[in-house]
């Protein structure tokens, strides 16, 4: 089987469909259960979109934009309280259009997705103190 990168088969049929890797994107993205549907990007994403990119390392990250700046964005995974920064459209494959949980699809055009988002993202640092709460508790009880 001939095997292709996200690159490709971004430019070869406008859309990608792989299973998520990765605990970043919990609660809304399960690992290794849930597929992701993610489409050729036109234009300047926006603020909750979740584009599929590829840091200087080589990484792919798919995390959520949180704020829209003059050239780059801020972006952020959704069980993650450090923001990333510098993430420009070059990095850029395609954006999050869809999840495929169970053989359903949610669509990120769903009025449930977008009350998760808000709830999630307008509170952001509540749910960062949240998070880095719990990442010192489970770390210390390892200690």
């Known amino acids: 089987m001939n095997r292709s990168t996200f690159e490709e088969e971004i430019a070869r049929t406008g859309k990608l469909i792989y299973p998520n890797v990765g605990d970043s994107m ?4 399960r690992e290794k259960r849930d597929l992701l549907m993610i489409e050729k990007v036109s234009g300047r994403l926006r603020k909750y979109d979740v584009p599929l990119y590829k840091r200087d390392s ?4 798919l995390h959520r ?3 829209v700046r003059k050239n780059d ?3 952020c995974g959704d069980n993650r309280w450090q923001k990333e920064y510098g ?3 070059r990095h850029i494959i395609g954006v999050l259009t ?3 949980r169970d053989g359903k699809t949610i669509s990120v055009t769903d009025w449930k997705y977008k009350c998760y988002v808000h709830l999630w993202c307008d509170f952001f640092y509540i749910r960062a103190a949240v998070l880095r709460l719990g ?7 390892r200690s």
């Open 26 to 29: 919990m609660p809304l993205i």
């Open 58 to 61: 080589g990484q792919y990250v």
């Open 65 to 67: 934009i949180l704020k």
């Open 73 to 75: 964005y801020v972006i």
């Open 87 to 89: 993430i420009t459209d």
């Open 98 to 100: 869809g999840i495929i």
């Open 135 to 141: 990442f010192f508790l489970k770390r210390r009880k």
